[in-house]
């Protein structure tokens, strides 16, 4: 039978803020890559159906950066949810082992860590 091991909630909790700190640069990574490479396929389109105009340059450069600019910024609000719930969820975590700690029988003395809150 499994015990009760109040570590691996902590260790649960580490990760999660681990996780958080980072998913922030990788989802901002992944939607400006996305959307350059969506930036890049309409404004190929563009050029193939109606031709690159003679007063202006290539307009799939543009439409790249455009498409890089706006998934980045967009990747910061999603990335920032995303980090947001995942420290959420180690809070709640934490919380459930601080109450048990709290609620312990006086005359029990199980290895328990004490809850310190991560930075």
Same mark, same amino acid.
């Given at each position: 039978?499994?015990?009760?091991?109040?570590?691996? !909630?902590?260790? =649960?909790?580490?990760?999660?803020?681990?996780?958080?700190?980072?998913?922030?640069?990788?989802?901002?990574? %992944?939607?400006?890559?996305?959307?350059?490479?969506?930036?890049? !396929?309409?404004?190929?389109?563009?050029?193939?159906?109606? +031709?690159?105009?003679?007063?202006?340059?290539?307009?799939?450069?543009? %439409?790249?950066?455009? +498409?890089?600019?706006? +998934?980045?910024? !967009?990747?910061? =609000?999603?990335?920032?949810?995303?980090? =947001?719930?995942?420290?959420?969820?180690?809070?709640?975590?934490?919380?459930?082992?601080?109450?048990?700690?709290?609620?312990?029988?006086?005359?029990?003395?199980?290895?328990?860590?004490?809850?310190?809150?991560?930075?």
């Amino acid at each position: 039978m499994t015990e009760y091991d109040p570590k691996i !909630i902590l260790q =649960f909790a580490d990760r999660l803020y681990a996780s958080a700190a980072q998913i922030v640069a990788e989802t901002i990574a %992944l939607y400006a890559v996305v959307a350059a490479i969506a930036g890049y !396929i309409v404004g190929s389109l563009l050029v193939r159906f109606y +031709g690159s105009p003679a007063f202006a340059a290539d307009p799939t450069t543009h %439409l790249v950066l455009a +498409g890089f600019a706006v +998934g980045a910024v !967009i990747g910061i =609000f999603v990335g920032r949810e995303k980090a =947001f719930r995942l420290k959420l969820q180690a809070q709640m975590a934490l919380v459930q082992l601080k109450i048990e700690e709290n609620t312990r029988p006086a005359g029990d003395v199980s290895e328990t860590p004490s809850v310190v809150r991560p930075q």
